[in-house]
């Protein structure tokens, strides 16, 4: 019998940390435990992986801390365009949904394609309204702004207008005298993205993504978060996978279904296998970020290249472990 463990991450990305407050650093450590402690809460209660990276998610997208729903990054003209996905590990079955504004939660968005579509990936406008029709949320798209979203695109605009920039990548703007950022990963340098992975007490997996992408980005741009394969993927043969980071290059490396298949042709373990993309093969094309992930035994890797992720994992019936650095 496997014991369900469910693990989570709210983007990667260089740190702050001279400059993080005690407060600061708490603020996202609780924010992380209280969501593990709500997904580990479904899976206790025989729930599915499913619903449980669902739950994560939706929970994350909600926290303004993160960049996925309300407080996701700006794009270079000043909007939001919010990319998720999700897949069943037992089924294969996913849904996704890239570049929409209007809908609140991103993650329900990319189940209901799952679940009452025949396609797998819906974007824009059309995403908008498969959306619309099935009920979900719909939100002005001035919901997702924030002010400390904005002020960080202003600041990448006039500091660094040629980059689309990665959601938490702060010290090295410390040690240029720039002004200290307020995030523990530095806001204008981090990888913003969420993403939950669980492996639930049938053996089920299931993985799911969510993201505002990365700051300045061109309209209309798609990371790897939607793509099955490249930030997402899910089969009980393997395990579950959810990235962050520079979306380019995990899209180019297929990072997410890289793990699976190591396990699958190479009989990788679940540590090996994730280690292997995201310290080996992503760096030699500049590839930055982590992952998280379960395998179908429970267990969980959480590899980052960066020099932080928001991170945790909580099993059932034991207290959840969080994490910001190394
Ligand atoms: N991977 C995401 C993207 O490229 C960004 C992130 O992880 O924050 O859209």
């Known amino acids: 019998m496997i014991q369900p463990v469910i693990a989570i991450h709210g983007g990667a990305g260089a740190m702050s940390r001279a400059a993080m407050s005690p407060e600061k650093e708490q603020e996202y450590l609780s924010a992380l435990e209280s969501i593990l402690t709500a997904g580990q809460a479904v899976l206790a209660r025989g729930g599915s992986a499913l619903d449980a990276v669902t739950e994560a998610v939706r929970l994350l997208e909600d926290c303004p801390l993160f960049n996925a729903g309300h407080g996701a990054v700006f794009t270079s003209a000043g909007t939001h365009e919010l990319d998720a996905a ?18 609140r939660n991103p993650v329900f968005a990319a189940r209901k394609v799952m679940e009452t579509s025949k396609h797998v990936l819906f974007v824009g406008e059309g995403a908008e309204a498969f959306a619309k029709e099935a009920g979900l949320e719909i939100v002005d798209p001035s919901y997702f702004s924030t002010e400390a979203r904005r002020e960080q695109l202003l600041r990448v605009q006039r500091e660094t207008p040629e980059a689309a920039v990665l959601d938490h990548d702060g010290q090295a703007m410390v040690a240029r005298g720039q002004p200290a950022p307020a995030d523990p990963l530095d806001a204008d340098k981090k990888f913003g993205t969420v993403g939950a992975v669980a492996v639930d007490a049938q053996g089920n997996l299931a993985a799911a993504t969510s993201t505002g992408g990365i700051t300045n980005k061109q309209v209309g741009r798609v990371g790897d978060a939607p793509l099955i394969g490249a930030g997402t993927y899910a089969s009980n043969k393997t395990c579950a996978v959810s990235t962050t980071g520079t979306g380019e290059m995990f899209i180019r490396m297929v990072a997410a279904y890289d793990v699976a298949a190591q396990m699958e042709y190479c009989g990788a373990s679940l540590e090996t296998a994730a280690d292997r993309v995201v310290m080996e093969k992503l760096p030699t094309i500049g590839g930055k970020g982590g992952l998280v992930a379960v395998d179908a035994q429970g267990n969980v890797a959480l590899p980052f290249n960066t020099e932080g992720m928001y991170r945790g994992y909580a099993r059932v019936g034991e207290k959840p472990v969080t994490a910001i650095y190394r």
């Not at 999700?86 to 809908?103: E, F, H, K, P």
């Open 86 to 103: 999700i897949m069943d590990g037992a089924t294969l079955r996913s849904g996704a949904i890239a570049n929409v504004n209007c809908v």
